[in-house]
């Protein structure tokens, strides 16, 4: 997705997301500083968190089980945008696309950190709450440094996150004899 003058460039997620959507059931975005650490679960097993009331799904805003980015913040209001999976439906695609209007409709949210993230937390989820599963006791099913299924680094120097990466690389490589795909 190409960056747009009017907006910071994370919000380039949310427009790719509402333009892929319409061609799958379901949609899971990752930033790049996150990835699948356990490949015995599917994407399968996220969906069946959602339930017909709920047509997006995200996680906590939280580090690790230890460390929470906003300890002043109910939990439930506060998810993290970096990882999340979305059904296609009429609400889910008219949720994303209000969500990739915030800069333009609200120019304080175009490049103020943490641009994407909160216009979902302020403007969205008071909206859609009701639309939005947001996972806490079991967060780190999608997200976190310490993810089960999915995690995500953030927070990282791309030092550190290289290093990481790297360890988990090794870690593929020698339990799929040599080959991460096996």
């Known amino acids: ?21 319409a061609m ?3 949609l899971l975005f990752l930033d790049a500083d996150a990835y699948f650490y356990d490949w015995s679960n599917t994407i399968e097993d996220l969906a069946m968190l959602l339930d017909q009331d709920h ?7 939280v580090r690790d089980k230890g460390y929470k980015w906003d300890p002043e913040k109910d939990d439930h ?11 296609n439906h009429p609400v889910s695609r008219q949720i994303l696309a209000e969500w990739s209007r915030i800069p333009v409709a609200l120019p304080g949210y175009a490049d103020v950190w943490p641009m994407d993230q909160k216009g ?18 079991d967060y780190h099913r999608i997200n976190g440094r310490d993810g089960t299924f999915i995690r995500h680094l953030s927070g990282m120097s791309d030092d550190a996150r ?13 339990e799929h004899g040599g080959s991460p795909t096996g």
């Open 1 to 21: 997705r190409t960056p747009r003058p009017d907006r910071h460039v994370a919000w380039c997620k949310v427009l790719a997301a509402e333009e892929q959507l």
């Open 24 to 26: 799958t059931d379901y």
């Open 55 to 61: 047509l997006m799904l995200f996680a906590t805003n």
């Open 77 to 87: 209001k506060n998810p993290n945008s970096g990882v999340y999976l979305v059904k």
């Open 120 to 137: 979902l937390e302020e403007v969205i989820l008071p909206k859609y709450g009701d639309r939005i599963k947001v996972l806490v006791a």
């Open 162 to 174: 290289a290093t990481i990466l790297m360890d988990e690389w090794r870690r593929l490589k020698s």
